[in-house]
Each structure stands twice: as C-alpha cells, then as structure tokens.
C-alpha cells in the first residue's frame, strides 16, 4: 500500500471530524449571539418593570394629592399599559431565548465531543472508496453542516426581531381592548368642574386653555401636506361650513355649524374621525324665526363651542345657546333674546368651574344692552349678570386668567378692557385702550394682558389695579403691525401680531421694543397664532401654513400646505394638532 502523498485527496471518513468542528463552531457562535441578545433584553427590561420605574411612581405620588384628576387617571392607566406590555414582552423573550441558549449549547458540547471521539479512533488500513464516494460524503457533511447553520441563524434572527416586534398574544388583546376603550364614552366625572389640570391637558375653548393659543405638548409635527397625505392621520368632512374652531377633551373634538333655520353642534372620534353623532339645537322657546344679519365670512355659527369634560355648550348668532351631554342627548337650551348686532354675535364661550361665562355685547353703548352673562353649567340658569357695561357690540372673545393672587374673567370692546370677578360678576378694574370694530382678542402671558386692534394700538395693561387704571397700569402701547381679526399671541418674552394683509409683527413682552417685523406676499391672516414648544404656527387663509422659531428674529422653520381655505384657529394634543378648513376637519400628526 502506497503513502498518500501531502496532496493526496482527504478520504471520506476524514470529512465527518471536520464537519463537526465546524458544527461546534457555528454553535459556539449561536450561543454567543443568543447570550448577547438575552443580555440587551435584560438590561432593556429593567426601564420596563412596573414595579420600579420612576416615572409611574411619580404619577401614582401626584394622583394621592390630586385624587379627582381624571387625565392623571388616564395617564397612569395608559402609562401603566405600556409598561405591563414592554414587561411581559421581555420576559417571554428571556424564556424563548433561554431555551434556544440550551439547544444551541447542546449542539456545541454533542459536536465537540464527537470530534474529539473520532480522532481518538484507529486509522483504517484500508479504504476502498472511489473519489465520487468521497466526494458525495463530503457535500453531504458539508450540506448538514450548512443546514444547521441556517436553522441557528434563523432562530436567532427570529430572537432578535421579536425584542422589538413581539407582543403577547394576551398582551395585543390587552392592547385592542385599549384602543376600544379610547373609542367609548369617557368616564363620567366625580366632580362638577374639571381641576386646573384637567383643563390645561385639554383643549377646552377658543384658543385653548384662557384663550392663550399655547399647546401643552411641544411633540407636533411642522410639515404635512394634505395632496400627498404627509402627516394627515385624517381628514372628515364638516356638515356645514363655518369658521369655529375645534376643541378637545380626551378622545373628544367639538365643532359647531348653522344655517338660516338650523343649528348643529357635532361631536368627532379623535383616534379615526369618527363622527359619533350629529345633534340639532331644535326649537327654543323665545328664539326670533327670523335669522339674524350676518357677515358672509362669519356665517351663523362663528363661536366656538367651549367644553368642560361634562358638556359641551354651543351659542349661535340667533342667541340660541344650548348644552349637550358626551352622549349627544341635549341637556338644556335657552334664548337670551335678539341679539341687536348689526353682524351677528360672534364671542365666544368660557368655562369657569360651573359656570358658563358669556360676553354678550350689543347696541349703542348707551342703551345699556351690553352684559356678562354667567349661566349654571348644569341647568342654564343664570348664576350672576353683571351691571351694564358701557360699551357697544363687540365681537372678541373674552379670556380667564389667573395672575397668581386671583382670578379674573377679561372683557374687551370700544373703548374699554375690562376685568371681572368670575365668581360674582363684579366688575374689578377697566383700562381705555381700545377703539373701533373690535375683534382681535385679548392674551395674557409674561405678567401683562395685551389688547391689540388695527387703527388703534397694541397695549399691554398690568392686571393689579383697581377701578380706572388707564393712566397707571398700561405699561406700554406701540402702533405697528396692529391685527383687524387675528388675535395676538405671547411666549413669555415675546408678543406677536398677524394682519389680515401679511404682515408679522414681534414685540419683546415687558418692554413694548419692535423686535422685528416681515411682510410677507400672497399671505392673510385671520387665523390666530399659536405656540407648541418653541415654534409659533400662522395659519392663512388659503391653507399655507408657516412655522417660526419662537425668538428674537424672524426665522422660517417649515412650511406646510392644508389644501383648503382656514379662517379658525388650530387646537393641539399630545402629538397631534387639530384645524378646520372651509370644508373639512383635518387631524394632523406624524406617520412614523
């Protein structure tokens, strides 16, 4: 028998020790790769743990001081969700993964062991083998090695997907149940009026909470594009077309619309757009059967509705104002009697605790028809009235503020600003500062509360004093940039003007210094502005939407397109912001 020679072909016997080294091989590897994957998962899951994270400890310490808080309720409870399915994912992860770390440690120790057998055995003195034979056992060894390699790489490519895929058979119905659940009713509240907490985690009126155009959540897109559907989670049309602006409460969104003899008020699903229901005021004892005159732009529901968690109340340019429960079920209406307004009545609604506060102003100024109105949230009742106010029609909505010593209800109409007791109607301080048709309403924000109307000026009045404080608390005025109907808007440092011919004027807030100011082409604004995070949004009146840097420069972040004219106001979720168009109510937010 002759020597094989260093070149001479392995035989087929000698394949199988080295298809088991390399079996060992790709093993050890799966093993390591699993024990890694187990690792990151662990680490991962201790953030999930609902026995251990901070974050919802802090909500649970925060609801033991405010029991009543409904939207705490509704963030431990969806906070505690989010956990419990991240938790249960991990763990079913840790197990799958430790019973692939023994197979794969099975398969190690069998291979090795084999190899080392093999080369323990003794040498054949012979083989009768053919090089096709050996051959054949080659691929064959080199085949199963190979399949088992895939089998492993597959096992733990499925690993690794699922420590961010996976969820819980138990965990995904826990998670349709949730989504069902944001479709319901909300919980009926405990108390009759909603905590200040409550209301600054909503969207309740015009403007948002006091009528301040700030959103509580920076987390909101910049750009959409309502042709190629970027960031339009949704769009639904509006029965009647009119220029109120949405509000929110949960999985709420409230709009309103009329014609000459019908009045609607209309309830949306926030998750899908869903119009859950569609109620007409209906016949009111006292209502006039002839409409009121009214402006083309405003039409006959130019109020926004306003909410407070229990109900949502709507008032119409006839007079009619009417309160219906989350069901749709109208719970009372009533007539406050023809309104004498040459344009309609177009102020309005706040809430404050369980009162329903109304601006109604209205003839000459001197015939004694103008009033605050404070009707009982419940009933419709009328609470308090306040004296007379010696002003002529108006058509700002008014604003609550809180200043830190108390609270105050602040009306605007030629020529007066004015300050009232919420809880009684009794008039605190006024300050001259206005003229004309007044629109534009007022803001507070970094101390002051600013009035602002075209053809007069932009006044900020400190809201300490008492009785006439027009010569001591009117801080400062300035005359550049004034608005006819956009509102203006302030960020703390910074007061900003919008003008129905383009212009966007900025004001550093304490001061009254013009910071800077851009005239801008094809552009109106009747929409007022609103801040999210440290970007201002202006919608126009075509649809265009521009968004600045909050700042002491003008500074274009993005611009963005609705596809449909918009005359109201933006309302603003956690992620999400909320405009109605001529036509349509849009829901935007990010896709990703």
């Known amino acids: 028998m002759q020597p094989a020679t260093k070149n001479s072909t392995p035989t087929a016997a000698g394949h199988w020790p080295q298809a088991q080294v390399r079996t060992a091989i790709i093993a050890g590897a799966f093993c390591v790769i699993i024990a890694a994957l187990m690792l990151i998962n662990q680490l991962q899951s201790r953030s999930f743990d609902p026995l251990t994270a901070q974050e919802l400890k802090q909500l649970k310490a925060s ?3 405010n029991p009543t808080d409904e939207g705490l309720k509704k963030q431990i409870r969806a906070l505690d969700h989010n956990l419990r399915r991240h938790h249960s994912r991990h763990v079913l992860l840790a197990e799958r993964g430790g019973w692939l770390l023994i197979v ?38 080199r085949m199963g090695v190979a399949m088992l390699g895939v089998m492993l790489g597959a096992a733990a490519w499925a690993l690794a997907a699922e420590t961010t895929t996976f969820i819980p058979a138990q965990t995904a119905k826990a998670a349709a149940t949730t989504e069902a659940a944001a479709a319901a009713e909300p919980p009926a509240p405990t108390t ?7 209301l600054k985690q909503n969207w309740p009126r015009f403007r948002g909470p006091s009528g301040s155009g700030i959103s509580a959540y920076a987390n909101v897109p910049t750009t959409w594009n309502a042709k190629t559907g970027e960031n339009i989670l949704w769009k639904v049309p509006v029965p009647i077309i009119g220029p109120n602006s949405p509000v929110l409460w949960g999985n709420r969104v409230f709009l309103c619309g009329a014609t000459e003899k ?32 009214v402006m083309d732009e405003g039409g006959f529901a ?19 104002v009417a309160a219906f429960d989350y069901k749709g ?18 102020s309005s609604l706040e809430t404050y605790r369980d009162r329903l506060l109304i601006q109604v102003d209205q003839g000459t100024g001197k015939d004694g028809k103008s009033k605050i109105l404070a009707l009982e949230t419940a009933t419709g009742n009328t609470a308090w009235e306040s004296a007379p106010r010696p002003v002529p029609g108006s058509w ?33 301080w006024r300050a001259e500062a206005l003229s004309g048709e007044v629109t534009p309403s007022p803001v507070f924000g970094a101390g002051l509360v600013f009035t602002a109307i075209e053809g007069e000026k932009l006044a900020a009045i400190k809201p300490d004093g008492e009785g006439d404080v027009t010569k001591t608390h009117v801080v ?31 004001f550093e807030a304490t001061k009254g210094k013009k910071l800077w100011e851009k005239e801008l082409d094809n552009i109106s604004f009747k929409s007022s502005p609103a801040l999210a995070g440290d970007k201002v949004y202006f919608f126009s009146d075509k649809g265009s939407v521009i968004v600045l840097q909050a700042g002491n420069e003008y500074k274009e972040v993005a611009r963005a397109e609705l596809g449909e004219e918009v005359l109201s106001s933006p309302a603003f979720a956690d992620g999400r912001i909320y405009i109605r168009g001529k036509k349509s109510l849009f829901c935007i937010g990010s896709k990703k």
């Open 302 to 320: 130019p109020s926004t509705v306003a909410t407070d968690g229990r109900r949502v109340y709507a008032i119409f340019a006839n007079a009619d």
């Open 329 to 346: 079920n109208r719970v009372w209406a009533r007539n406050l009697g023809k309104f004498d307004d040459s344009y309609g009545h177009a």
């Open 104 to 141: 794969g440690a099975s398969v190690f120790l069998f291979a090795v062991q084999s190899a080392i057998y093999r080369r323990k055995l003794p040498k054949t003195q012979k083989l009768d083998r053919t090089h096709e034979t050996e051959d054949h056992a080659a691929a064959t060894a």
């Open 396 to 428: 700002s909505s008014p604003i609550l503020i809180n200043t830190g010593k108390r609270e105050m209800f602040i009306v605007t109409a030629k020529p007066w600003v004015m300050a009232y007791d919420p809880a009684s109607g009794k008039e605190i």
């Open 192 to 198: 009759p009026f909603p905590t200040p907490e409550e």
């Open 476 to 506: 400062w005025s300035a005359e550049d940039g004034l608005p006819d109907v956009s509102s203006p808007l302030c960020d703390g440092q910074r007061v900003y003007l919008a003008t129905s011919t383009g212009q966007i004027t900025c």
């Open 262 to 293: 019908k009045r609607e008020v209309y309830c949306y699903d926030t998750t899908n757009g869903k119009l859950l229901w569609q109620k007409q005021v209906g016949d009111i004892p006292g209502t006039d059967p002839e409409a009121p005159s």
């Open 63 to 65: 609801l033991v001081q």
